[in-house]
């Protein structure tokens, strides 16, 4: 039985028979989405997974960024088994529950900003977008939203029309909600102004502003925006950190237009970069945050936090059967409790050790072309050299392959990234311990 933790994963061989059968019937009922690696899990806690084979894994992945405070943390499980003997669901956007309130309370203490708040609460990610547009609507009776190259916001029809990481999202689906203009992000590393935004991150920023105040005098009204929509860390488009002064540049230019701002924190919120929001990192206050993924550990939850003035003026205008499920809610307020038990803090601090072994493989290969992130949220992007820049996607995943192997769970992002996220309560000898992993895969990986 696994306790979390275990200092090392233990690998004999993946997939294994159990694994096999399982992942068959799997393809054959269960509709294609996103299977990254044959990771079939039987038991979880902490940043370690068993599989139905026997074999150890460190999960990098927290479940896609949501388990946070650890797979199967006590304190969470209490909560919920606590509450479902007293009851399972009782429909939150009709009737009343305190479990919900107290939830909304004390998500509003935690956001930034001395204002007057609400919040909404859905099931996943691009339910909390698709709040986030209509509210913005609804409000300021405008109608158009800027959303920038490399974003995911989900994959619902208005998230959808946000989303810019990958053609694929898109393929088919056209018309999506009408109405969205894309403009390009600050990505330090590779843009499409050829600037160096390491090197000169003022420039950089000042090359997206320009833009977009080129795009509000020639194509899209600015008094007719009624959102601007952006991740403070772009998560799959690949873990890309804007420079430091970007989100005071872009809220102040929101702000001389009437334009709500809308930060994203679905991936990169509650404890992930070692704050409990990321855009923390950059010293602002935005109109509207946007949570899940981690909100309540694996229940199905997510939040629209946005200012009182804002919010829907009719009963009706939106709502939801299962938002604000009461065991969702606890499960909530247990993870809230335990990431301010230190769990933030410790994603700083190996968040520090984890980019320096980043750091050093930056250094060491040749392949390994840029390392980037804050706290326990960093990528590394596999290029073909470091002069040309040239993605590398097929290493990437041959890297990803080869690192699960030896027992790392390992996701890509972007065209040629691979991403880091471990649970928060991981400790340095596990960071250590994956991070050789790594090495290993890398050097097995560049070689083929």
Not at 242 to 259: M, Q, S, Y
Request: charged content about 25%.
């Amino acid at each position: 039985m696994i306790t979390g933790n275990e200092s090392r994963p233990s690998v004999r061989v993946v997939p294994g028979e159990n694994a096999k059968k399982i992942m068959e019937k799997d393809e054959k009922y269960i509709a294609t989405t996103t299977k990254a690696s044959p990771a079939v899990v039987k038991e979880a806690k902490g940043i370690v997974f068993e599989d139905v084979d026997g074999n150890i894994f460190f999960d990098f992945t927290s479940g896609v960024g949501v388990v946070n405070v650890g797979h199967s943390n006590p304190k969470v499980v209490k909560a919920i088994q606590e509450q479902a003997e007293k009851f399972l669901h009782f429909a939150g956007t009709d009737f009343y529950y305190e479990l919900q309130a107290e939830l909304a309370r004390k998500l509003i203490e935690t956001t930034p900003g001395d204002f007057e708040k609400k919040v909404y609460f859905g099931n996943s990610g691009a339910e909390a977008v698709e709040a986030a547009i209509k509210m913005a609507r609804w409000s300021t009776k405008r109608k158009f939203f800027i959303s920038f190259l490399g974003a995911f916001h989900g994959r619902t029809m208005g998230a959808l029309a946000l989303t810019a990481s990958k053609t694929v999202h898109k393929q088919r689906f056209f018309p999506w909600m009408p109405g969205v203009v894309h403009v390009p992000y600050p990505n330090p590393y590779r843009n499409p102004f050829g600037i160096d935004g390491y090197e000169e991150p003022d420039e950089l920023v000042n090359a997206v502003i320009n833009y977009m105040e080129f795009l509000f005098k020639h194509a899209v009204p600015s008094d007719e925006v009624a959102a601007i929509f952006s991740e403070p860390i772009q998560g799959e488009g690949g873990y890309i950190v804007p420079p430091k002064n970007f989100f005071k540049e872009l809220l102040k230019l929101a702000e001389e237009h009437g334009i709500l701002l809308v930060d994203d924190e679905i991936q990169a919120g509650f404890g992930r970069t070692g704050k409990m929001w990321a855009i923390e990192h950059f010293g602002i206050i935005p109109h509207v945050i946007t949570t899940a993924k981690a909100i309540s550990s694996g229940i199905p939850l997510s939040a629209c936090i946005y200012p009182a003035k804002n919010d829907f003026g009719v009963k009706g205008a939106h709502s939801t059967t299962f938002g604000g499920n009461p065991l969702a809610c606890a499960a909530s307020l247990a993870t809230l409790e335990e990431l301010q038990n230190g769990l933030i803090e410790n994603a700083a601090k190996q968040g520090e050790i984890l980019r320096k072994r980043l750091d050093e493989m930056v250094e060491k290969y040749e392949i390994v072309g840029d390392a980037r992130g804050i706290g326990l949220m960093q990528a590394i992007e596999i290029v073909k050299s470091k002069e040309s820049k040239e993605m590398n996607p097929k290493v990437r995943d041959g890297i990803v392959d080869t690192a699960f192997k030896k027992g790392l769970l390992l996701l890509g992002c972007g065209e040629s990234s691979i991403r880091f996220i471990p649970p928060l309560c991981i400790n340095e000898e596990q960071v250590n311990s994956a991070m050789d992993v790594l090495e290993e895969a890398i050097k097995e990986a560049g070689q083929q």
